[in-house]
């Protein structure tokens, strides 16, 4: 999943940037606010981590100009502001979580992994399709019940079209997944991944819509 993370600290920013690289997403990093608003203006993002100490512009003005734009992502506030009342502030602004510094990159991983399920109408942990299962938390990958190893661009790819079963999703979408700023895209990179899972997976396990994109039945 492609995340946008709001981090002004440099050292702690850097260590969000790889640990959230490590969980398979593409990150983008700014650090400050207008810098995230303009990004949330331009960019689609499957998820928001948001620092509110930030310069140029407050997390909590980021925060509220995102929902006052009627968008519905999901918003993960990192702050050291540990009071009930700010916690409460940010709650009310927007934020679907909230998680206190200092924290553990493996809490915040999960909370992540919970807000992504719930934006995509998953509850259940495990995300399940046409015989094949994937687990976020521990990124096994198991079809028929056998398990299947897959590169990281590959897992990346299986996990977008898993969490939307029967929506097809164009190759722009996907590379939406796959990619940050900065990363080349190859021209049929998408297509080669497709093959990829296909050699694993089964030849059926994901359908063609000439024109539209690829899909997993659910």
């Known amino acids: ?13 850097d260590a969000l940037h790889v640990g ?13 606010g207008m810098a995230a608003s303009t990004a949330l203006a331009s960019e689609d993002y499957a998820a928001l981590v948001l620092d509110l100490s930030l310069p140029k512009r407050d997390g909590l003005d980021v925060l509220r100009r995102l929902r006052a734009d009627k968008k519905a992502l999901p918003v993960l506030i990192l702050t050291a502001r540990d009071t009930v009342d700010d916690r ?27 807000l992504l399920r719930r934006s995509a109408g998953q509850p259940a942990p495990l995300l399940t ?24 661009m590959e897992y990346a790819l299986l996990h977008a079209l ?32 497709i093959h990829h899972l296909r050699k694993k997976l089964g030849t059926e396990s994901i359908r063609t819509l000439r024109g539209i994109g690829y899909v997993i039945a659910p």
């Open 88 to 114: 409460i502030r940010g709650l009310d602004a927007g934020a679907d979580d909230y998680l206190v510094k200092p924290f553990d990159m493996g809490e915040l991983n999960a909370r992540l992994r919970a």
């Open 129 to 152: 399709a046409s015989g094949i299962t994937l687990d976020p938390a521990t990124r096994e990958v198991r079809c028929a019940g056998n398990p299947v190893e897959l590169s990281a």
């Open 162 to 193: 898993l969490q939307h079963p029967g929506r097809a999703l164009s190759r722009a979408q996907l590379e939406q997944h796959l990619y940050a700023w900065g990363e080349e895209t190859g021209s049929n990179t998408v297509e080669v991944y």
């Open 20 to 32: 959230l690289r490590q969980a398979g997403h593409a990150v983008d990093w700014v650090r400050d």
């Open 1 to 13: 999943m492609r995340i946008l993370l709001v981090e002004d600290d440099a050292l702690l920013g």
